[in-house]
């Protein structure tokens, strides 16, 4: 053994030696001679100033730990929050499969290295498939924002149309996606809502469709939890007009739920983060974008689709890109927007997650989350001058609190509910300054009884 | 007994691998399972619940609701994880191999110390709209890791909600946009300019915000045209997004008169950094005139690549460029760490909440086992170790490396093997499936092929020179079988998952087959 002084672990060459011979072998002086191609002028005359390093891995640890112990987590405190990041359970084997160094540590090879990323992500997909009834599936984009932008992209070029129509509920932070990524060229009509249903309001749909249209948009469940209606007329309104219907979907809830196919949705989108990846202060998001097996509309992904096909040997499963000449790894700017790293491995986690579960675990989570959104609804109901009852639609796992008639702030509601340990709903007030004080609340699998009990007495406190 | 270690060297070298890839003979997860079997089982609901609720669908019209389940599989909880154990065996992770094959990937190690850090309940367990308070150690992580990519780039705010490198170049496109909006110079200002050894979505990106794209191509030593540059610059000229060194390796040394030329058109300089490996601490966006860059985290600063994602793309900007930064940013008053809204003219969201947190911690974790002189030793030997690996390569028979004369390239080369096609028939692509066969990876190049027959090979700093020596024996064997065996190398793979794929299925509307679904419809009605 010989200690030369610092050596980095991640850093095999970095001892001296090896350095020394690493130069000779290729006949330079030092290693500033490999950096000939860089100016002076543009040369760092210092070294960075940087905090000083924590060499050792369990220094490293205690740093790091010592961070985010100023945390409080949902573990430790009782979480009604939702707005598009969901608290679900995330099975073991989740976890075990997407820490696999195989799989987290791969990129992307071809099929002969990765024959088991291709299988994981094509299975992905075609789970994602039975859940949709959709025969088409993407590899996930970057999250749910992000496949329903691309969506109404699609619907642009399949159509050849240029002016999408997005229902006014829409969450704030997702039409301010969208309105970014079609700024330039596409036109963004709001829908009224319904002011009983919070649905989209049909009569005002009817106004303003017409033949220069290319999608009417919806989520169902809402961003603000409660269920359109009308999607078969929606779609039914939006094919009258050549119009292609786009429908945002909570995957979570198509256990019980009808998917959109099966009401005229032509392309479906949605975010897969509750099938399996932890919220991780938002880390956990994918999109998916799905829909039916048309020449039409596959040459319009921008994403890769991976197919199944023969190899030479009889019985063996293959995997490839399909149509791989829309990308614009094949032709940069000619190809459909833009396709690189996004999230795969969420994708692969989302495969393992709907394995696991099954059509009956499906079921029964969609309904354990019905029966526990419901019994909140109704006991909070109960609270004087809480108003439950903005939208009287059903709704999936979220819904609106409003607490007008309280005289108090959602903010200060929230303050004396965090001293409660309680993360009170996500406060809409900004964002829906018609809604007046009114907060997102979210209730799921992982509530107990006990849970929202402790939820409605907190907030009957706090409101009194 | 025979020396058996003896038997693994020939003239005092160590044999080849004698690899062979994992080969389960998966059937698709479809295929599993029987009916009744479980995987997991969720929380039933209360007794009390139910009774106080009765129907839950109450109120939900019939159409809405799904009477019968989706047709997924029943498997049991172990069938599930050896499954997917078999498809992670199939798969080929930098942690399995000496992975200098997937070149412009950066594909060095993922400290696994960091994967542990991110996966603490103090981040995993976090709501992203929980109270300010009650996330001040996350947010602090945020903030110290945006001081330390300030210094590294000397750029001014960073961003890090982009999903990746593509998201962070579409971001900087975007920002450009707003930022001649606020001027009112949109309508004359359409135009982006790059280059073709620039990543793909440096064209791609820019066209999605609305820019028409011009590309420079290189001039004979392999640099940027600096006249092609210099006629497309015009009154339209937006932009430059551009990568340096490039795909190929190649430094370009007129960096900073490429942005001069550009800011003196009124244009603005972006700059790709997804080849940062080898300049850290060396040369900065800054001082090359750059008014906003980009980092890819899963590259250069280690996060793991996941397949493909999650991801963070780190978006900076110079100070004048700030207020047009996705919101919210994350700032310090000197007491609490707080997410800041106040950016008016703002582009707004590109992608929800705050990006890929975990890798953010990651990110952080990694450099803070470094240091400013453990990140120069990454990139000096990342460097040292290319031009190693260039040294052994261009010992082998049919390959070169295209453009500059001088043989010294930043942290990747793009090399051709026009000469081994062209003596043997034998395509670059061909000797990437053959190189499979002793289990490590190889890539050409995106399109267009203008380096002919190409390959980009980048060893970052993760690979000793034992490993290096290792891949370039692989790639000699496989060139010297191309010239002595041809065969053996045009019908690999022979120690692959599966043998070679039949693609002609994959382009043909009626054949191909994105899901099982699919597939069962196709087999069923006879066309697949």
Excluded at chain 1, 254 to 268: E, Q
Excluded at chain 1, 426 to 450: I, Q, R
Excluded at chain 2, 166 to 188: D, H, M, V
Aim: charged fraction near 25%; hydrophobic fraction near 35%.
């Amino acid at each position: 053994m010989v200690n030369r002084g610092r050596a980095y672990p991640y850093i095999p060459n970095s001892d001296p030696t090896i350095k020394a011979q690493m130069l000779k072998e290729i006949d330079a002086k030092s290693i500033e001679d490999l950096y000939n191609d860089i100016p002076k002028e543009l040369r760092l005359n210092q070294g960075l100033d940087l905090p000083a390093p924590l060499l050792s891995e369990y220094e490293l640890r205690r740093h790091v730990e010592k961070i985010l112990s100023q945390n409080y987590t949902t573990k430790q405190c009782l979480s009604f929050l939702g707005a598009g990041c969901y608290q679900h359970y995330v099975p073991a084997i989740c976890d075990e499969i997407n820490s696999r160094g195989e799989f987290l540590t791969a990129y992307a090879g071809e099929p002969y290295d990765d024959h088991g990323r291709f299988q994981a992500l094509f299975e992905y997909a075609s789970l994602m498939a039975e859940l949709l009834e959709m025969d088409v599936v993407n590899v996930p984009t970057y999250d749910g924002f992000q496949a329903a932008a691309t969506a109404l992209r699609m619907a642009c070029r399949i159509t050849g149309r240029e002016k999408v129509l997005l229902p006014e509920t829409l969450g704030q932070d997702m039409l301010s996606k969208i309105r970014d990524y079609l700024k330039y060229d596409i036109e963004i009509g709001m829908l009224k809502h319904d002011a009983v249903t919070g649905g989209i309001d049909l009569q005002y749909l009817e106004k303003i469709v017409n033949s220069d249209s290319a999608a009417v948009f919806f989520e169902n469940p809402s961003y603000l939890g409660f269920f359109e209606l009308n999607g078969k007329k929606i779609a039914e309104i939006a094919h009258e007009h050549g119009a292609i219907c786009v429908v945002s979907v909570d995957p979570i809830s198509l256990g019980v739920i009808a998917p959109p196919a099966r009401y005229g949705a032509d392309i479906v989108v949605g975010d897969i983060q509750p099938l399996g990846m932890h919220m991780a202060f938002g880390s956990g998001q994918a999109g998916f974008i799905a829909s039916r097996d048309e020449e039409a509309y596959v040459m319009q992904y921008p994403s890769r689709l991976f197919g199944i096909t023969p190899t030479s040997v009889k019985g063996e499963y293959g995997f490839g890109d399909v149509a791989y000449e829309r990308t614009s790894f094949a032709r940069r700017e000619e190809g459909n927007e833009w396709v690189g790293t996004a999230a795969a491995l969420w994708g692969i986690t989302a495969g393992v997650y709907l394995a696991l579960m099954g059509p009956q675990g499906m079921k029964d989570i969609g309904e354990g989350i019905l029966y526990r959104s419901n019994y909140a609804r109704q006991e909070i109901s109960k609270i004087h001058n809480l108003n439950v009852d903005v939208f009287r639609s059903p709704n999936f796992k979220e819904f609106i609190i409003n607490f007008d008639e309280t005289g108090k702030k959602v903010s200060e509601i929230n303050k004396a509910l965090l001293e409660r340990k309680i993360f009170g709903g996500k406060d809409l007030s900004h964002n829906f300054p018609w809604m007046g004080e009114s907060a997102l609340y979210c209730f799921t699998e992982v509530h107990t009884k006990d849970d929202i009990d402790q939820l409605v007495s907190a907030l009957r406190e706090v409101v009194a | 007994m025979n020396n058996i270690t003896a038997e693994r060297f020939v003239y005092g070298k160590p044999n080849l691998r004698r690899f062979h890839q994992a080969k389960w003979d998966e059937p698709i997860i479809l295929e599993l399972g029987q009916p009744g079997q479980r995987g997991i089982l969720v929380p039933e609901v209360e007794k009390a619940i139910k009774s106080q609720v009765g129907n839950p669908f109450k109120g939900i019209p019939a159409s809405l609701i799904r009477d019968d389940p989706p047709k997924l599989p029943e498997i049991s909880q172990p069938a599930v994880l050896r499954h997917y154990m078999h498809l992670s065996q199939e798969t080929l992770g930098v942690d399995c191999n000496i992975d200098v094959g997937q070149g412009t990937c950066t594909m060095k190690y993922s400290p696994k110390i960091n994967d542990q850090l991110a996966s603490m309940d103090e981040l995993t367990e976090l709501h992203p709209l929980q109270d300010e308070s009650t996330v001040q150690g996350i947010l602090e992580i945020y903030w110290r890791f945006e001081q330390i990519l300030k210094e590294i780039s000397g750029l001014d705010r960073f961003s890090f909600q982009p999903g990746a490198g593509s998201a962070a170049i579409y971001t900087n496109a975007s920002i450009i946009r707003a930022y001649f909006a606020s001027r009112g110079e949109l309508n004359k200002r359409d135009e982006i300019i790059t280059t073709i050894f620039s990543h793909p979505s440096d064209a791609a990106c820019a066209k999605v915000a609305g820019f028409k794209v011009i590309t420079i191509y290189p001039d004979e030593d392999g640099y940027p045209d600096i006249t092609a540059l210099k006629e497309a610059i015009s009154e339209h000229t937006a932009g430059l997004l551009i990568t340096n060194p490039e795909d190929t390796g190649i430094y370009n040394p007129k960096i900073a008169e490429f942005t001069r030329l550009i800011h003196d058109a009124g244009g603005l300089c972006s700059y790709d950094q997804a080849n940062a490996n080898g300049i850290l601490g060396i040369t900065r966006a800054r001082e090359a005139g750059f008014d906003l860059c980009h980092f890819n985290l899963h590259k250069t600063f280690s996060t793991p690549h996941g397949c493909g994602g999650p991801a963070v793309g780190a978006t900076g900007v110079t100070r004048e460029l700030i207020p047009f930064l996705p919101i919210p940013l994350v700032d310090f008053n000197g007491e609490i760490y707080f997410l800041n809204y106040d950016l008016p003219d703002s582009i707004g969201k590109i992608r929800s909440f705050y990006g890929v947190s975990q890798a953010v911690l990651k990110a952080y974790a990694w450099v803070m086992s470094l240091g400013a002189e453990g990140l120069r030793e990454v990139a000096e030997i990342a460097v040292l170790n290319n031009n190693y690996l260039l040294h052994k390569i261009l010992a082998i028979r049919g390959v070169s490396a295209p453009y500059t004369k001088r043989k010294r390239r930043i942290e990747q080369v793009r090399y051709s093997w026009e000469q081994l096609y062209e003596e043997t028939g034998i395509h670059s692509d061909e000797i990437g499936v053959r190189a499979a066969d002793f289990g490590v990876h190889y890539w050409t190049s995106h399109h267009p092929y203008v380096v002919p027959e190409p390959c980009t090979l980048e060893p970052t700093e993760s690979y000793s020179k034992d490993e290096l020596d290792e891949y370039a024996a692989i790639i000699e064997n496989v060139a010297n079988e191309a010239y002595t065996n041809p065969n053996l190398v045009k019908n690999a793979p022979h120690n692959s998952t599966i043998h070679t794929i039949d693609h002609q299925p994959l382009d043909d509307p009626k054949q191909w087959c994105i899901t099982w679904r699919a597939y069962q419809r196709k087999t069923q009605q006879g066309s697949g």
